[in-house]
Each structure stands twice: as C-alpha cells, then as structure tokens.
Nanobody, 117 residues
Framework: QVQLVESGGGLVQAGGSLRLSCAAS????????MGWFRQAPGKVREIVAR???????YYADSVKGRFTISRDNAKNTVYLQMNSLKPEDAAVYYC???????????WGQGTQVTVSS
C-alpha cells in the first residue's frame, strides 16, 4: 500500500517560515516527479512546486523566491521550505507523487498551514 505522509504544517506569523516534509512508503518515487499542491477554502487546488527525479524544479509564480522544494531519494522524502510566508499562503498542503501536469497518481492526506497577519 502506497502512502504519502506529510508533516510540518502549523500556525506561523506572516513573514515566518515552515518546512513541510512528505515521507513516502510502499514504493520508491526516486524516478518520479513529486511535489506539493495546496487548496484554500473556496478555492481550486493549485500546484505549488514540483521536482523531477533528476532535480528539475517548477514553482508557481506566487511562491517563486520564497519556497524551495527538495528531495532525498534515499529517504523517499520530499520537502518544501516555505519562507516569508504570507496570509494568502494559508491552505491545506498536499504532497503528491507521480505528478503529470496538474494531477497526480498518489496523494497525501494534507497538512494545514495557517498564516496569521
């Protein structure tokens, strides 16, 4: 059974930082694109960042320069370092594996990120 388990969400003040982690089990994702999506209340789920098996990255314009995605294939884990957080970054963040375009074959359960102004 494939599982993606996120951790690291929480409450932070605007301007602060959080680091999300996503540990995968049940299969290796070392040759797959992994990443993070987010969904705020009343909004459509959007991709935040993704990283290919070779390390190539993509970021949504809204997070460029503030967020950094990375992965540790030996640990089957992907990370999202979020700096200079803004209230508009508040959402449930989902880890995803085998990303193709704006969808994915595997999803985590989500972790809440709340940013107070």
């Amino acid at each position: 059974q494939v599982q993606l388990v996120e951790s690291g969400g929480g409450l932070v003040q605007a301007g602060g930082s959080l680091r999300l982690s996503c540990a995968a089990s049940g299969r290796t994702f070392s040759r797959s694109t992994m990443g993070w999506f987010r969904q705020a209340p009343g909004k459509v789920r959007e991709i935040v960042a993704r990283i290919s098996w070779s390390g190539g990255t993509y970021y949504a314009d809204s997070v460029k320069g503030r967020f950094t995605i990375s992965r540790d294939n030996a640990k089957n884990t992907v990370y999202l370092q979020m700096n200079s957080l803004k209230p508009e970054d508040a959402a449930v963040y989902y880890c995803a594996g085998e990303i193709v375009g704006s969808s994915a074959d595997y999803w985590g359960q989500g972790t809440q990120v709340t940013v107070s102004s």
